[in-house]
């Protein structure tokens, strides 16, 4: 809905607008003529900065847009005055948005971030794939344990598609390569393969171990 994303991005501006309209409509007739013009913009104006403009950032997202994004999320300037499961979005957003960067510091800050605000079923689907990338964050950076439990976590929180969980095992049967515990790693290695992932990367990770898993023991 193209009119809805244009009203979440102008809205403390039209907020206003309407606010300054009120007090000259109230000043000329009274304040029961503006009270509706003065309820809309007040309305306008607690929704900026409560709930924030998430929907247009995800629809920047998804179109590929990340610059269109970022540039939003860049201007919410007030991001402990959101909602406590709107703040955990915006710093989910924040952490994708810097992964796309490879900013893996700030990534990992706020994801962290994100998980510790918890925010209920709102931000209940992205608790999977924030754990999983924290995960392979984790993996990058030697820390193997860490790696393991935060993609354990995310395959019990549950994954949106058959990539994510492919790549959750896949990550799972490395692990357990590394850990010489091979029968641990071919179960693994099956289930990333039953997914069926499409992804390049992810299919080309499952083409590399597949020159290894035949020839291991268990």
Request: proline share 5%.
């Amino acid at each position: 809905m193209k009119w809805l994303n244009v009203i979440i991005k102008y809205r403390p501006w039209i907020g206003l607008v309407l606010l300054a309209i009120a007090v000259f409509v109230n000043l000329k007739a009274g304040f029961w003529p503006a009270f509706i013009l003065y309820l809309v913009g007040v309305i306008l104006l607690v929704g900026h900065f409560l709930f924030g403009p998430m929907r247009l950032v995800q629809s920047y997202m998804e179109a590929g847009d990340m610059e269109g994004a970022k540039k939003v999320v860049d201007g919410i300037m007030f991001p402990n005055l959101l909602i406590k499961p709107m703040r955990s979005v915006y710093y989910t957003l924040k952490g994708n948005l810097a992964m796309v960067d490879q900013d893996f510091e700030n990534a990992e800050k706020h994801m962290k971030k994100s998980l510790s605000l918890g925010g209920g079923e709102l931000t209940k689907q992205s608790e999977g794939p924030n754990k999983l990338q924290l995960g392979m964050l984790a993996i990058q950076k030697g820390n193997l344990k860490e790696g393991e439990s935060y993609i354990r976590q995310a395959i019990r929180a549950g994954l949106p598609d058959n990539e994510n969980s492919a790549a959750a095992y896949l990550q799972l049967c490395s692990i357990m390569m590394n850990k010489r515990e091979f029968r641990a790693a071919k179960q693994y290695y099956a289930k990333a393969k039953g997914y069926k992932p499409t992804t390049p990367q992810i299919v080309d990770q499952i083409k590399q171990i597949e020159k290894y898993i035949g020839r291991m023991p268990g």
